[in-house]
């Protein structure tokens, strides 16, 4: 499983791309401006940005330059969305050092290959992420309806519930498990969600964290080591 960060101000590509990527079992977070998505990035690394070469304000072009003069960010491998029949961006992409390119409209299985070989060639990074048991305490929160929480990382919260939300509502959830660390937890965005294999008639719900701040994250991120540790023992 990758971390795959999707930006372009083409709401039907983000709505397209996101989907494959979810299918194919990857994290998967969107923007429709480069802004935001350098913002996010400070907080948070990926495998691979793919980026639409042609936004306004800030441009694709400027989000390879910004990525690939970070040090911190050299890791990441950047795909450039072009338009089928725009070759002066295929090279201007290719002159900043992009490791691939893909063309807009998106042709699905060409899609998945491309991401696909940019993992072959460049090995996605292991995430951490706790699975937590259903019959723990710590997997006991609400939102109206009681849900369990089933996996949690530094992105979001995978839940399950027997109310079926729709990808892109926004949620909020409490819990025993943020009660005992102490934190608010920010609002969440649905970004898939399948019925449970597990539990009949329930709904697995991948969600992400909207606007978390570095106290949650640091919070969190301390809660998941206490736990990794607590498991290795």
């Known amino acids: 499983m990758a971390r795959i960060l999707l930006i372009d101000d083409d709401y039907d590509i983000l ?21 935001e998505a350098l913002e996010y990035l400070q907080k948070y690394s990926f495998d691979i940005v793919i980026t639409d070469a042609n ?9 390879v330059k910004r990525i690939k003069s970070n040090p911190n960010w050299r890791h990441i491998s950047v795909a450039l969305l072009t338009a089928r029949k725009s070759k002066d961006d295929v090279e201007k992409g290719v002159f900043m050092g992009v490791d691939d390119y893909m063309v807009k409209p998106i042709d699905p299985l060409m899609f998945i290959d491309k991401v696909k070989a940019m993992l072959e060639k460049n090995a996605p990074r292991e995430w951490p992420e706790v699975v937590i048991d259903p019959r723990e305490e710590e997997a006991k929160a609400y939102i109206q309806n009681d849900i369990l929480i089933e996996r949690v990382s530094e992105l979001g919260i995978v839940a399950s519930s027997p109310v079926k939300f729709n990808d892109g509502d926004i949620i909020k959830i409490n819990g025993i498990l943020f009660e005992s660390i102490r934190v608010d937890v920010p609002h969440l965005k649905v970004v898939n969600v399948r019925p449970s ?4 008639g329930y709904f697995v719900t991948k969600t992400v964290y909207l606007g978390a701040k570095d106290n949650f994250l640091q919070k969190i991120r301390s809660w998941m080591n206490k736990r990794f540790l607590k498991k290795a023992a």
């Open 15 to 35: 709505r397209i791309g996101s989907r494959l990527l979810l299918d194919m079992n990857h994290d998967v977070v969107t923007f429709d401006n480069g802004t």
């Open 55 to 63: 936004m306004p304000h800030l441009s694709g072009f400027d989000v």
């Open 197 to 200: 294999q597990t539990n009949q």
